[in-house]
């Protein structure tokens, strides 16, 4: 830009300074100076304008070069995020597989506990329904020798000899001594053996029950002369309670292997021995009919 201004004013410089040019020719020069010096302003005017121009673009160049800058580090922040990611989800896509293959293998037990479970309850229900259905057949057994007995001892229960009770299908025949046996003796008296016979035959029938023969006295030590025999209250109840025994195996025909007997003593009372009805209760003979063992 500069050459072209200094080659125009030589130009001017060289048409003044000739002095054999016509006034024409010189008017011709002075307008074409003119004209250049109007072209030089336009051309400096647009090398200005240029210049505003490139310096916009160099500002707006180096702003899209900061912002290219940035984006480039936050694409590489991003590329970086999104390789962590990818990382993390290929971690939690495998321990999502383990847990899932662990679920469904839990899930597999839980449903063969679920099935075992329900095969056992059915199986208990049955079972349940099996065992009532024989303890109602039990009961009603108890039930049909309770009955039998209560006919066949009626007059003894009215007497307060015998009582009977039934309490969950447990039988029992409760003797008081006196009908069994003399006092202080252990051999049974008539009256005793037409009763344990009335008893013992009715108990027979009872197949599939055991019998337990158990002796019980009062607190009255064993005195004078029968200490021999009988040094306490323990043997005296024990020999009893053997004695009704093998009358139900020998006489009855009850088989052995249904029978047992026990002596208890004075120590399982039903009433106080304060009182003279009280003892009378507590000397007794208890024949309890229990489900059998086998």
């Not at 049909?144 to 229960?157: A, P």
């Not at 029978?259 to 009433?271: C, F, H, K, R, T």
Request: hydrophobic share 35%; proline share 1%; net charge neutral.
């Amino acid at each position: 830009m500069n050459k072209l201004i200094r080659f125009s004013l030589a130009l001017i410089m060289l048409a003044t300074t000739s002095g054999c040019v016509s006034q024409t020719v010189h008017q011709q020069k002075l307008d074409e100076n003119m004209n250049l010096r109007q072209v030089i302003k336009g051309l400096e005017a647009d090398y200005e304008r240029l210049a505003a121009d490139k310096k916009q673009l160099t500002e707006r160049n180096d702003s899209l070069n900061q912002r290219l800058l940035e984006a480039i580090e936050r694409s590489s922040i991003l590329q970086e995020d999104l390789m962590r990611a990818r990382s993390d989800l290929t971690r939690v896509e495998k321990v999502l597989a383990d847990r899932s293959a662990q679920a469904g293998a839990a899930i597999t037990e839980m449903r063969r506990e679920v099935d075992r479970l329900t095969k056992e309850s059915h199986d208990l229900k049955q079972q349940l329904e099996a065992e009532l259905q024989a303890r109602e057949t039990r009961l009603a057994e108890v039930q049909s020798t309770y009955n039998e007995l209560v006919g066949k001892l009626e007059e003894e229960i009215e007497r307060g000899e015998v009582k009977i009770s039934e309490l969950k299908g447990k039988l029992t025949v409760n003797v008081v001594d006196k009908v069994l046996f003399a006092s202080g003796e252990a051999a049974l008296k008539n009256d005793g053996i037409r009763v344990l016979q009335q008893i013992g035959d009715i108990l027979k029938s009872a197949v599939d029950k055991d019998i337990q023969v158990e002796g019980h006295t009062d607190n009255v030590p064993i005195r004078g002369t029968l200490t021999k025999t009988f040094p306490t209250n323990w043997e005296l109840s024990t020999t009893r309670a053997t004695t009704v025994l093998h009358f139900l195996q020998d006489q009855v025909g009850i088989p052995g292997e249904r029978l047992s007997a026990v002596g208890y003593g004075e120590y399982s009372p039903i009433d106080s021995n304060s009182t003279k009805e009280g003892r009378a209760r507590n000397r007794r003979i208890q024949i309890v009919l229990t489900k059998a063992k086998n």
